[in-house]
């Protein structure tokens, strides 16, 4: 039965995978097309609001300076939302305003599509801060890294020197994916008994007659856009363990697919831009199949439980249920786990600090690789890159110029790609280090041992790869922490988005070569093979030290 | 001339740029942190009002006793229990202590468990206990048990109540809910609504 349920959910993502890759790549397309009729009449009126006359394609620069400009002025706004919510409407608990070292922390979460949370929703965050601020980044967070994987993929795809116009992106991304989809989702997360009032938290007696005070509020939609977004931060501090965020396995189902489905669309639409299916075909395989990987992994890690807790005589056959909600069970936990940090969503339904070393292993690797599906158009840039690379290494081999969908990669691209790629064990590995020297990042630990290294590890990896999940034992509400994870997920953002739209601009500017019968072919099993050969050995070249330090020593000290 | 008047050309569409990111997000932030939230509230209230309240159970007398989704904490051994909850089931927070699996505390506090469990349940042999009856649940709110965690309670709420561990059996296979649609999630009771059946089977 856990076999089937799985299997059952991966074979919808499939089937949906593709037609919404068509759909997407139809929005982003910029051709009159039938999406036109439904959503044409929303557009006008806002683009009226925003003063955009004309929709002039955008050179990288342009696109890259529209993108951050706005990214700015909503992190101005919210930082001084959180900073006042207290005297703010809607706020029937009366919550106080946050500490500022935590709001820095929050708003840079949020706006780099993180979701990293250092805060208890239930106790910090007001019902219009959790609307204003969080539901409103989560929407536009991942508005803008969809836009910014478009404009790549234009830019690599396409003739001419601009990448689209980016508020049109930005627009459209909201009124013809993401608000139908998140009120659909909605609805049906309410339906199957997901809350959403702005009534305060509830009082009750209970059946054996105490007091229990039960946290409410809009839930629903916050749930939703959460996971379409692949944001992750939940409403709660157990996010979707929370039995209001997530109460049965069909909601489970639902969350899991729509932190799935565009991630995996994504793929897709790339093929109908590059116009070779097959292409989109290559993403998706050396995605699914590395996927398919961590999943086994994860299911049989945890499903053999810990061998401490299997010592001790009781009936431990269901698995390892410490940190797990029974009715997930195991299948819907490691399911759960694996998409959740594939597609870089950062929500848990079930804590990833008790999960045993190896199932821990999953998520953290996964997010070092951080290609795995990907979030909101970032894994599927991220992958672009490793193909990029790969077709380079390919072409020092044999000794040909390389070149990717028709375009020669010169020292110029392989410069910036070189960058992006650094960047993000750079950003994870130093401030580990650093916070091992000191007592401000030592002193957070609170599982001792070899997990200990494993905690560290995992803030500073969720953070640069924009995931927000977390090892969420780790004491990380201190200046320390609030500032060094938010410079992670600063960087883990911007540095890689604005070096891969260079990479974007630099290449749609190049002549084309016509493709011949000597031409690295970029479209069949054996180039996914290559591409997965890439990831898995630049992963592992960069990540294999430390987590043998972690996960796997703790393995060792508990078999 | 030329050059200057490109570059009050690029000035002033950089100008317009900037107005333009200033306009798009003030009105990203009505429509998605204002507008959709509370129209999401409106329908939701308005289709749902059930469930968009927290699914709220009431007794016979119809006070509302608590939500069938959040756990409660039964410390009456006549009572079936819940999952351990490092919180207490207390609901206006979430969450758990996030024990690694080599954690020696989480060690300890799982042995006091299975000691206590000896101690009130000294029928049922130890190899019956089945692990999730003894883990901390991910929120701490779990209101689910197996359906093996409710039937080792049986002989000793049983031999409390003195109702036949038969009946008490038919009643915990009564409230097993299945898989959803039969397939999704695992099999599960709901600690609260078993506890209210019991309550009214012994008249309470």
């Known amino acids: 039965m856990d076999l089937l349920q799985i299997v059952i959910v991966i074979g919808i993502l499939v089937l949906i995978a593709r037609p919404l890759g068509h759909y997407v790549y139809h929005v982003f397309s910029n051709e009159s097309n039938r999406t036109d009729r439904l959503f044409g009449w929303a557009e006008k009126p806002i683009y009226a609001l925003i003063g955009l006359k004309h929709r002039a394609g955008m050179g990288w620069k342009r696109y890259a300076l529209s993108f951050i400009v706005t990214n700015f002025v909503l992190v101005a706004v919210s930082y001084v939302l959180l900073r006042a919510q207290s005297g703010l409407p809607l706020n029937p608990n009366g919550i106080g305003n946050m500490e500022p070292t935590l709001v820095l922390n929050t708003v840079i979460s949020f706006i780099t599509n993180t979701n990293l949370q250092h805060y208890s929703g239930e106790t910090g965050l007001s019902y219009f801060s959790q609307m204003a601020v969080i539901m409103m980044m989560m929407f536009t967070s991942a508005a803008t890294g969809f836009s910014v994987a478009v404009a790549f993929v234009r830019g690599i795809t396409s003739k001419g020197k601009t990448l689209g116009n980016f508020f049109e992106d930005f627009?459209?991304?909201?009124?013809?994916?993401?608000?139908?989809?998140?009120?659909?989702?909605?609805?049906?997360?309410?339906?199957?008994?997901?809350?959403?009032?702005?009534?305060?938290?509830?009082?009750?007696?209970?059946?054996?007659?105490?007091?229990?005070?039960?946290a409410i509020g809009p839930v629903a939609s916050l749930e939703s856009i959460k996971h379409l977004g692949t944001n992750g931060g939940g409403f709660f501090g157990a996010n979707s363990a929370h039995p209001f965020e997530n109460p049965n396995g069909l909601t489970n189902v639902i969350e899991i697919l729509s932190m799935w489905a565009l991630p995996a669309a994504l793929p897709f639409m790339y093929g109908r831009f590059a116009k070779s299916r097959k292409h989109g075909w290559v993403i998706f395989s050396a995605m699914m199949t590395l996927f398919l990987v961590f999943l086994v992994v994860s299911y049989t890690a945890e499903k053999s439980g810990n061998p401490a807790l299997n010592a001790l005589g009781i009936d431990a056959s269901q698995g390892s249920m410490e940190g797990k909600e029974v009715r997930f069970g195991i299948a819907q936990s490691a399911l759960f786990t694996t998409v959740t940090t594939a597609a870089t969503t950062g929500t848990v339904n079930n804590m990833h600090d008790t999960l045993t070393p190896l199932g821990g292993l999953v998520p953290l690797g996964e997010m070092m690789l951080n290609v795995v599906f990907g979030g909101k158009g970032v894994g599927l840039v991220n992958m672009?890159?490793?193909?990029?690379?790969?077709?380079?290494?390919?072409?020092?081999?044999?000794?040909?110029?390389?070149?990717?969908?028709?375009?020669?990669?010169?020292?110029?691209?392989?410069?910036?790609?070189?960058?992006?790629?650094?960047?993000?064990?750079?950003?994870?590995?130093?401030?580990?280090?650093?916070?091992?020297?000191?007592?401000?990042?030592?002193?957070?630990?609170?599982?001792?041992?070899?997990?200990?290294?494993?905690?560290?590890?995992?803030?500073?990896t969720s953070s640069a790869a924009n995931n927000g999940s977390g090892f969420e034992g780790l004491a990380d509400n201190t200046p320390f922490w609030n500032i060094t994870t938010g410079l992670v997920m600063f960087f883990g953002r911007y540095i890689s988005m604005i070096a891969l739209l260079a990479v974007a601009g630099s290449l749609a500017r190049k002549q084309w070569v016509p493709e011949t019968i000597g031409t690295f072919r970029t479209d069949n099993a054996l180039f996914t093979f290559l591409l997965i050969g890439t990831v898995l050995l630049i992963g592992a070249l960069t990540f294999l030290p430390v987590i043998v330090l972690g996960p796997v020593a703790e393995h060792l000290t508990i078999r | 001339m030329n050059a200057i008047a490109h570059d009050e050309q690029n000035r002033r569409s950089g100008g317009s740029m900037l107005w333009i990111a200033l306009r798009v997000s003030i009105l990203f932030i009505v429509l998605c942190g204002i507008v959709y939230p509370l129209v999401s509230t409106g329908l939701a209230q308005l289709l749902f009002p059930h469930q968009a309240n927290g699914s709220l159970l009431k007794d016979k007398e119809g006070r509302?006793?608590?939500?069938?989704?959040?756990?409660?904490?039964?410390?009456?051994?006549?009572?079936?229990?819940?999952?351990?909850?490092?919180?207490?089931?207390?609901?206006?927070?979430?969450?758990?202590?996030?024990?690694?699996?080599?954690?020696?505390?989480?060690?300890?506090?799982?042995?006091?468990?299975?000691?206590?469990?000896?101690?009130?349940?000294?029928?049922?042999?130890?190899?019956?206990?089945?692990?999730?009856?003894?883990?901390?649940?991910?929120?701490?709110?779990?209101?689910h048990i197996t359906p093996q965690s409710a039937l080792v309670q049986v002989p000793r709420i049983s031999k409390l109540t003195g109702v036949p561990a038969a009946e008490l059996e038919s009643l915990v296979s009564a409230y097993t809910e299945n898989r959803d649609l039969g397939i999704f999630g695992d099999k599960r009771v709901n600690v609260l609504k078993l506890n209210l059946a019991l309550n009214e089977k012994l008249g309470l």
């Open chain 2, 64 to 143: 509302v006793i608590g939500s069938e989704l959040i756990g409660q904490s039964f410390a009456d051994p006549r009572y079936f229990q819940g999952r351990v909850s490092s919180i207490d089931y207390k609901a206006e927070a979430s969450g758990s202590n996030n024990y690694a699996p080599s954690n020696p505390d989480m060690l300890a506090r799982t042995k006091e468990s299975i000691a206590q469990w000896q101690k009130d349940n000294p029928d049922v042999p130890l190899d019956r206990l089945p692990i999730a009856l003894i883990t901390n649940s991910g929120s701490g709110l779990d209101p």
């Open chain 1, 384 to 460: 672009l890159m490793y193909a990029m690379l790969a077709v380079f290494i390919c072409g020092l081999m044999v000794g040909r110029t390389p070149e990717f969908l028709g375009r020669k990669i010169e020292p110029r691209e392989m410069k910036l790609i070189a960058i992006a790629i650094l960047a993000h064990p750079f950003i994870i590995l130093a401030p580990t280090a650093i916070a091992f020297l000191t007592e401000l990042g030592k002193g957070s630990i609170t599982n001792p041992g070899f997990h200990g290294i494993s905690q560290v590890l995992y803030e500073y």
């Open chain 1, 171 to 214: 627009v459209k991304a909201h009124t013809r994916i993401f608000f139908p989809l998140a009120i659909l989702v909605t609805l049906a997360l309410v339906a199957l008994q997901v809350p959403q009032t702005l009534d305060p938290t509830l009082s009750v007696t209970t059946l054996g007659g105490a007091a229990q005070q039960i």
